[in-house]
């Protein structure tokens, strides 16, 4: 059973930070391109940032320099560390995996990817 259980998210002040984690379990994780979305109510979701089993990035113009991908593929788990936060960056984050060679928009609308349930991350100005 494939699971995907994130941190719990929180609530910072603007130009703040936060870690989010996301532990993958049921799957090869090494194997498998991985990613964070987010949705804020009324809009769609948005592909945030994504990394390969080479573990090489892609972002989001919105969050490039401020945001960092990583993954632990000992501890199979997925990082967004989150620098400068601003109040727009509030929404839920999901995490995201799918095997196989895909990119990150294919990531979010491919029905073979896997879901977290979503943790609420706030940036008050």
């Known amino acids: 059973q494939v699971q995907l259980v994130e941190s719990e998210g929180g609530s910072v002040q603007s130009g703040g930070s936060l870690t989010l984690s996301c532990i993958v379990s049921g799957v090869t994780f090494s194997s498998y391109y991985l990613g964070w979305f987010r949705q804020v109510p009324g809009k769609e979701r948005e592909a945030v940032a994504g990394?390969?089993?080479?573990?090489?990035?892609t972002y989001a113009d919105s969050v490039q320099g401020r945001f960092a991908i990583s993954r632990d593929n000992a501890q199979t788990t997925l990082y967004l560390q989150m620098d400068r936060l601003k109040p727009e960056d509030t929404a839920m984050y999901y995490c995201?995996?799918?095997?196989?060679?895909?990119?990150?928009?294919?990531?979010?609308?491919?029905?073979?990817?896997?879901w977290g349930q979503g943790t609420q991350v706030t940036v008050s100005s």
């Open positions: 990394i390969d089993r080479n573990h090489v990035a």
């Open positions: 995201a995996a799918n095997w196989g060679r895909v990119t990150l928009p294919v990531l979010g609308t491919s029905r073979a990817t896997y």
